[in-house]
């Protein structure tokens, strides 16, 4: 049995009642895909969920949520791709992964697909922004289970104009904007196709024309405010006396790390780098995360040598050590990720901050006690302790926080070092377990936003790359590379001027508001939905 549809035969019904809708979901994901690094046509973010609202249009909530399901496993199944080289990460784990992400992120149809039942194509559609804020931000911060790694708005973190709102809305203003415009797209997609009666009855159900220009003239108002205010803000001069600060990316393999064989030549390697960078005479000099080839604390070796090094330069000197914490008598030391900062003076002591943020299956197992992991082929590891305070670094003239690998990507974190008076901001990091692939592209797209989110320097010094400077506007000011202009796997260093700054952002000030407001907003939809009486109307299952 075939039907027609504008005057072209197709397979049937199921024909679009299945696979278009599919077809439409995946072609959303390869989208998205392509917004991000390493392809960054950042442009196709702002229309790459329009093929997957299109498919949701007049779906039953369960279809709606299998076709979200279809996108965003297939978009997360690619995009995270590059983490099965990292060792001892499995295909299972993978699976597990994206099956978690996409069941998570696909309660968006499930949520949209309710309301246009329930109510018309232009609430839902008009809800679409508010509900996927919400359901980013779960994923970035549900427990031990939180990953705010390719958010929306992440893919716009060039597009420097459209990313300064979030100095006021956070970085989840940006991804409602993006979903606003896509949503607006959507809607005089459909809207057409139904008066231009080129698809079934089905296809633009209770798209009003109304519906139609206000979501237009409200994404069309807030797009135009967006890039008045970005233009006018990435426009001033950054004003202020400025220090100097030298990265020093060591570039060792992940496998020489921790071979005591090897400690010599990395103590070599971060000599050499540091004398090299002393040359421009810079306040602070920073070493990646777990520089030492071993912690400082217990090794007086290993200290006294680290200490040379920094009376020698001249300078400050912060870097990432392991730290055995004493505790109770009995219950043994805990290991802490811990970054030193060490004074040229002889005598002057060293200060220390503790990771807070751990990464699980990384450095601990989450619930190690109540989940059996080794189900799943997650071996035990020496598990470490988390830090307990947002300790900031005082220099002479200038104070600083220090985030610890992962810890950038979570925009709480840094905003609770600037409230408590971090002038700017140092991320050590060692991404060698991602060999070279597009992973630590993903984290300096997050680290673009922390700059921006409360207007201060973040440096980046980072064991393989990226290190790198960013000036409170988001711009990448320069980053370690060599002839050839590769930033990753090379060895080198880098100096430049950062200005600490004593600004108060909206959102250092208030954080997430915007998405409080969401999930009101969101819930007042749902309810309408719930309240209303389902229409009597020939729509797809």
């Not at 196709?44 to 039953?60: E, M, N, T």
């Not at 030549?265 to 030492?292: D, F, G």
């Not at 090094?309 to 219950?331: D, M, N, R, T, V």
């Not at 992962?406 to 971090?422: C, D, Q, S, T």
């Amino acid at each position: 049995m075939t039907t027609s549809w504008g005057g072209v035969d197709l397979l049937g019904k199921k024909a679009f009642n299945y696979i278009l809708p599919i077809l439409a979901s995946v072609f959303s994901a390869v989208l998205l895909v392509l917004s991000f690094p390493s392809y960054e046509l950042y442009w196709l973010a702002w229309l790459a969920l329009v093929p997957l609202l299109v498919a949701l249009s007049g779906r039953s909530p369960i279809v709606s949520f299998l076709l979200s399901c279809v996108c965003t496993m297939f978009f997360f199944a690619i995009v995270f791709s590059f983490v099965l080289k990292v060792p001892g990460y499995r295909p299972l784990h993978h699976a597990l992964l994206d099956i978690y992400l996409g069941l998570l992120c696909a309660l968006f149809g499930l949520v949209c697909g309710f309301i246009w039942r329930r109510c018309t194509g232009t609430v839902a559609l008009l809800a679409a922004p508010f509900v996927w804020v919400c359901i980013e931000y779960i994923r970035a911060n549900f427990g031990f289970l939180a990953f705010p790694w390719v958010l929306l708005s992440h893919s716009q973190y060039k597009v420097l104009p459209v990313i300064q709102i979030t100095s006021i809305a956070g970085g989840y203003g940006v991804s409602f904007l993006i979903v606003m415009v896509n949503a607006t797209i959507a809607a005089c997609v459909l809207y057409l196709l139904h008066k231009l009666r080129k698809g079934p009855p089905s296809l633009g159900p209770q798209i009003s024309r109304c519906g139609v220009v206000s979501m237009s003239t409200a994404a069309a108002l807030l797009l135009i405010l967006t890039l008045l205010y970005g233009r006018g803000v990435v426009s001033r001069p950054i004003a202020g006396e400025g220090i100097k600060v030298a990265v020093v990316q060591g570039n060792i393999p992940q496998n020489m790390k921790w071979d005591r064989r090897h400690a010599a030549y990395i103590m070599q390697t971060y000599t050499e780098l540091t004398a090299e960078a002393s040359k421009e005479k810079p306040e602070l000099i920073v070493w990646p995360e777990s520089a030492t080839p071993g912690p400082i604390d217990s090794n007086k070796r290993l200290h006294d040598e680290v200490s040379r090094i920094a009376k020698q330069a001249g300078g400050f000197l912060l870097l990432g050590s392991s730290y055995h914490e004493k505790l109770k008598p009995g219950s043994g030391r805990a290991l802490l990720n811990s970054a030193f900062l060490i004074g040229p003076e002889s005598g002057a002591g060293k200060q220390r901050y503790d990771k807070i943020r751990l990464f699980p299956f990384g450095e601990y197992l989450p619930m190690e006690n109540r989940i059996p992991w080794s189900w799943i082929n997650v071996p035990k590891m020496p598990g470490f302790s988390p830090g307990k305070t947002f300790t900031l670094f005082q220099g002479p003239g200038f104070c600083f926080g220090v985030t610890i690998c992962w810890e950038i990507l979570f925009p709480e974190m840094i905003r609770e070092f600037v409230k408590n008076g971090a002038q700017f901001m140092v991320n050590i990091t060692n991404e060698a377990w991602f060999g070279e692939t597009v992973g630590p592209y993903h984290i300096l797209t997050a680290s673009v936003f922390r700059a921006v989110e409360n207007r201060v320097y973040v440096v980046r010094c980072a064991n393989t790359g990226i290190s790198c400077f960013i000036n409170p506007y988001g711009r990448v000011v320069d980053r370690v590379k060599d002839d050839k202009g590769q930033d990753i796997f090379v060895r080198g260093v880098l100096t430049e001027t950062v200005i600490p700054m004593e600004s108060r952002t909206v959102y250092t000030r208030y954080g997430d508001w915007l998405v409080w407001i969401c999930f009101g907003v969101s819930l007042i939809f749902i309810s309408v939905a719930f309240l209303r009486r389902k229409p009597d109307i020939d729509t797809p299952t």
